[in-house]
C-alpha cells in the first residue's frame, strides 16, 4: 500500500511495505528500507531488557499443558525460577506434564507451546543459566513479533520507523541479523545509467 501523504515528524516519507516485508522510507535524496520482523523484534527484546525486574504478566483464562519427555520435565524443573523471573507462571502437573498459568503480556496468549518448546531446547543447547534469561528474551521477542507477511497499518509503519530511526536502536535484531538498509539516490542512478 502506498500513502504519499504519511509522514514522520522528521519530514521523512513512509512510502509503503514492500513483499509485505520491508518498511520504504524516502528521506531527501536517499531510499531506507525496514525489514519490519527484525526491527520489532529488537524494539521488544531492549523493552524485555530494559523491564526484566518489573516484567508484566498475564494470567492465562485457559491454562495451557504440555507433555514433555522426562529429560525435557527435568530441565523445566530444574529452571523454573527462570521462567518465572522472565514472567511465565508454570506448574508440575502429573506424568511428566506442565501446566502453564501465566506468560509475559508482550508475548501473547497464541502458541504458548510452541513458545515453551522452543524454550526448552535452548536449555538442551548448554546454555549457562546466567546467560538463559538473555537467551529467554530473544526468543520471546521473536516469537511476539510482527511477521514477513504481516499486514502493517500506517500507523504501525509509522511507530516502527520512528524507533527505528531515532538512533536510539541497535540496527541488527538480537540474533545479529541487520534489519536497516539505505540506497543513495546516486547509487540509483547509477544503476540506471542516469550519471
Known amino acids: 500500500p502506498v500513502n504519499s501523504e504519511l509522514k514522520t515528524d522528521k519530514g521523512l516519507k513512509i512510502l509503503g511495505t514492500l513483499f509485505n516485508t520491508y518498511i520504504l522510507i524516502e528521506d531527501d535524496d536517499k531510499l531506507h528500507l525496514i525489514d519490519f520482523h527484525a526491527a520489532h523484534e529488537r524494539i521488544l527484546y531492549d523493552k524485555l531488557k530494559i523491564s526484566h525486574s518489573e516484567i508484566e504478566y498475564q494470567e492465562l483464562i485457559f491454562p495451557v499443558s504440555i507433555e514433555l519427555s522426562i529429560d525435557e520435565f527435568a530441565l523445566v524443573a530444574d529452571n523454573i525460577e527462570v521462567f518465572n523471573e522472565i514472567g511465565f507462571e508454570i506448574e508440575e502437573f502429573s506424568d511428566y506434564t506442565i ?3 501465566s506468560v509475559p503480556v508482550i ?18 543447547d548448554g546454555i549457562k543459566s546466567n546467560d538463559l534469561a538473555e537467551r529467554f528474551y530473544s526468543l520471546i521477542a521473536c516469537h511476539s513479533a510482527k511477521r514477513a507477511g504481516d499486514k ?11 524507533r527505528v530511526m531515532n538512533g536510539n536502536i541497535e540496527l541488527r535484531c538480537p540474533h545479529g541479523r541487520p534489519f536497516f538498509f539505505t540506497i543513495n539516490q546516486n547509487d540509483l542512478e547509477r544503476i540506471f545509467k542516469r550519471i
Not at 502458541?111 to 536449555?123: P, V
Not at 502493517?152 to 520512528?162: F, G, H, N, V
Open 99 to 101: 501446566i502453564v498459568r
Open 107 to 124: 508475548a501473547g496468549n497464541e502458541k504458548i507451546d510452541e513458545l515453551i518448546k522452543n524454550m526448552i531446547d535452548n536449555i538442551k
Open 152 to 162: 502493517m497499518s500506517s500507523s504501525d509503519m509509522e511507530t516502527l520507523t520512528r
